[in-house]
């Protein structure tokens, strides 16, 4: 990865959500699905959706600060899933599917700090802001079928139901901030 790239780790809620609206950020290189801050070595879906691995599912995101800045990337996080929810994500839940910032670097553990107390302080939501800021840490890439899951299946009910809202509610919000290749 060339020094100018920065990574950073999300989750809230299920991962084909987020993914689904991070391919579509300019200066976002790359989104893997997955699981992180878990305390079991290489992790499979069945037992991170058993809530006993203490997995959240998460992308990570690789991105080019020069033309997408990490506080607009938590920007969007913040529009597309609600930070208020203990482990819950609509009718996804369980711990796997809590909100949280798994920063890679000090800089973003303080930029994510300062943006939650933003929030808090902004009278934007009225319940607290539940997001967890850890370091990344026992990261395990989630199988195949889950990467670029929305893509490879629109049509879905879920994808239709969750993932396309999610991706049109980015699309309307941040037009400026919408890949176009």
Excluded at 31 to 45: F, I, T
Excluded at 87 to 115: C, K, M, V
Excluded at 133 to 158: M, R, S, T
Aim: proline content about 6%; aromatic content about 12%; hydrophobic content about 35%.
């Amino acid at each position: 990865m060339p020094d100018s790239l920065q990574t950073i780790t999300l989750g809230g809620g299920c991962f084909w959500c987020l993914e689904a609206v991070f391919v579509c950020v300019k200066g976002v290189v790359d989104v893997e699905s997955g699981y992180c801050n878990g305390h079991v070595l290489q992790p499979s879906y069945n037992q991170v959706c058993g809530g006993a691995t203490g997995h959240n599912e998460v992308v990570k995101l690789v991105f080019d600060p020069k033309q997408i800045s990490a506080h607009e990337i938590l920007e969007i996080f913040f529009v597309i899933h609600d930070p208020t929810t203990l482990n819950r994500q609509g009718h996804d839940s369980g711990t796997q599917y809590r909100s949280g910032i798994y920063f890679s670097t000090p800089a973003q553990e303080h930029l994510a700090r300062e943006f939650i107390d933003e929030m808090a302080s902004s009278a934007v939501y009225r319940s607290p802001i539940v997001t967890e800021v850890l370091p990344f840490a026992n990261y395990w890439p989630a199988e195949d079928y889950h990467q670029d899951y929305f893509a490879k299946n629109p049509q879905q009910g879920y994808c239709m139901a969750v993932a396309a809202p999610k991706v049109a509610k980015f699309r309307r919000t941040f037009a400026k901030l919408v890949r176009r290749d």
